[in-house]
């Protein structure tokens, strides 16, 4: 069942935005700064804010996650002059920081989660039914992007392509050592490909990309899955080489690195990431209004759209509302939930 999971292909209207964010397709034309400025500040609630914004991110600084929110959070105080804090509510995989988002965490409109579909694990199974997706409510979408496998390049595979890895993971089960993050993509997409493949790898688990990437660096692992502003530096410095990509088509970013499709001749194996922002349910209108509007201005900026490019990222400014960004990110958690179902995680 596995093999019938299509994580992020677009079906329906709003998943057609989200497709429409290609590798190479421009930007969308951003109205002049003037024109942004003056639609957030007529929007700007009395009194609010008079403190920092928190930006809270669930995984470790440094990471994707930790890059992509701290550049919101530089573009946000561009557009509101408002101060930002980011903060990182580690602990694990993700459930800790998820978990105050959703219970803790006060709805005052001071508090900002800069997420990921990988909280659609998180709430559908290991909450245990403590809080669900539907109390952290999306305001502005961010991006999206496909992982890279890559491996050290002083390593013992050196040299070798996924195809040849993969055959030694079946060959001899359990001695090729990969990274996890449990609950996750990472986790769903290792277990599709053993399942195709026929593979058994040693999973090694990690809060996060970059933390199995220093561990593949300090030879600890063989694999590692992480994003590309995860492992960028290390490409550049060519401690790292790419050997897939779970995207549905090749990186600009890592062009000879061909496709899980590409590699196991199953054009199922797709996985992405799409990263929003969202706040606690019950903030109120006016102040969610103000953010939504003031961080679907930062991310149409096309000074950020390229960072997110340089990253790896693919912006996709036609989710530009609250309400775009909520029915796309609920079309991708049905698709998650009928992955876990099919899979008898959940009934």
Do not use: C
């Amino acid at each position: 069942m596995l093999a019938r999971f299509k994580p992020w292909l677009a079906g329906t209207a709003a998943l057609a935005l989200l497709a429409g964010a290609t590798l190479i397709s421009p930007p969308v034309q951003a109205q002049p700064e003037a024109a942004t400025r003056a639609v957030i500040a007529g929007l700007k609630p009395r009194d609010f804010p008079s403190q920092p914004i928190e930006m809270t991110v669930v995984y470790p600084a440094g990471g994707g996650m930790d890059i992509n929110a701290r550049l919101v959070a530089k573009f946000f105080e561009k557009y509101t002059d408002q101060k930002t804090v980011v903060n990182n509510r580690t602990g694990g995989a993700g459930l800790v920081g998820h978990t105050y988002l959703a219970t803790q965490a006060k709805n005052d409109g001071y508090t900002v989660g800069i997420i990921a579909s990988l909280v659609f694990a998180d709430s559908m199974l290991r909450a245990g039914g403590k809080w669900t997706l539907g109390d952290l409510e999306p305001i502005a979408y961010l991006n999206s992007d496909g992982m890279l496998l890559v491996v050290n390049v002083d390593g013992p595979f050196k040299g070798k392509s996924f195809k040849e890895i993969l055959a030694t993971a079946r060959d001899k089960p359990n001695t090729v050592r990969i990274t996890n993050v449990p609950g996750s993509l990472y986790e769903y997409m290792v277990e599709q490909l053993e399942q195709v493949s026929g593979a058994k790898f040693l999973k090694v688990p990690f809060q996060g990309g970059m933390p199995g990437v220093t561990a593949m660096l300090g030879s600890n692992v063989d694999v590692a899955i992480a994003f590309y502003g995860e492992v960028r530096s290390h490409l550049e410095a060519k401690k790292v080489e790419p050997i897939a990509v779970t995207s549905g088509e090749r990186s600009p970013f890592a062009p000879n690195a061909p496709t899980l499709v590409e590699i196991t001749g199953n054009k199922d194996i797709i996985w992405t990431i799409a990263r929003w922002a969202a706040v606690p349910k019950g903030t109120p209108a006016d102040r969610k209004a103000w953010l939504a509007a003031a961080l679907a201005g930062a991310a149409r900026d096309p000074e950020l759209q390229e960072e997110f490019r340089k990253m790896g990222a693919i912006p996709n400014p036609k989710i530009s509302t609250a309400e775009q960004t909520a029915a796309v990110i609920n079309d991708l958690a049905a698709k998650e939930r009928a992955f876990f179902v099919s899979t008898g995680r959940l009934k």
